[in-house]
């Protein structure tokens, strides 16, 4: 999670709730948590920000004021995430101690990740010898779901020129004897979250035809529907 999920915008504020959690960890029969460490760090931190927040808003504020001031907010924020990551995650803790500490409740709810039902192609540019750039985008006209297009799993093959010999469609590289029509018939894949993916081939790839379709797949794997398989040749 980060800071701004959470944190409160105003420093007064902030302040506010770092107070708010000193009064609460005070307690020693809450939580397991260290409370002296815990307390005397996150004070000298809350005290200093405190001081720094007075001195900015006061009528000596000038750039070095200033700077001390974002510096110190900086440095309580950090440790109050310290503190939640830590500490606020790992007990037990119920809806109405989230409520008095400042924060959201956690939500037990699992949100189900549906199955990609986009497609995907990419635009190719060259950048350089024996060099492609995909492009990644969504299909025109196709429903894009961001919680379910967690990544891209893009198939690619290589078909010389003529088509492959049974020993060259056998080798490592596995080239192709024929164009695909289908993107079941390309023989390599590679999962990428990136909407730019490099593709570097042999040098003695150039001139050769490199095909490609890409497929979304959600953060457990499932694959969504082809998208069209297309060429470029290998500069």
């Known amino acids: 999670m980060s800071t701004r999920d959470w944190m409160p915008r105003r420093r007064t504020d902030q302040l506010a709730m770092a107070k708010n959690w000193l009064d609460i960890l005070n307690s020693s029969d809450t939580w397991n948590i260290p409370y002296e460490s815990v307390n005397t760090q996150l004070n000298v931190l809350a005290q200093a920000a405190d001081d720094a927040l007075a001195e900015a808003a006061s009528s000596h504020r000038n750039q070095v004021s200033t700077a001390k001031c974002k510096a110190a907010f900086e440095a309580l924020t950090a440790k109050m995430r310290d503190i939640k990551d830590r500490h606020f995650k790992n007990p037990p803790l119920q809806d109405h101690d989230f409520i008095a500490l400042g924060l959201k409740p956690r939500d037990t709810i699992r949100t189900p990740v549906d199955v990609p039902t986009a497609q995907a192609t990419a635009d190719v540019t060259y950048p350089g010898p024996h060099m492609l750039m995909l492009h990644i985008k969504p299909l025109s006209g196709t429903l894009h779901d961001p919680r379910a297009d967690y990544g ?4 690619y093959g290589v078909l010389p020129h003529g088509g492959a010999t049974d020993e060259e469609a056998l080798m490592p590289r596995r080239y192709m004897k024929k164009a695909p029509v289908k993107g079941e018939e390309l023989p390599h894949s590679r999962f990428v979250r990136r909407k730019r993916e490099l593709f ?18 959600n953060s457990k794997g499932q694959a969504g529907p082809w998208g069209p398989v297309f060429s ?4």
Do not use: H, L, M, Q
């Not at 891209?152 to 198939?155: I, L, P, T």
């Not at 081939?201 to 979304?216: H, L, M, N």
């Not at 470029?232 to 500069?235: D, L, N």
């Open 232 to 235: 470029a040749v290998i500069p």
């Open 200 to 217: 570097i081939f042999p040098e003695d790839d150039s001139g050769k035809t490199a095909y490609f379709s890409i497929r979304y797949e």
């Open 152 to 155: 891209y799993r893009v198939y």
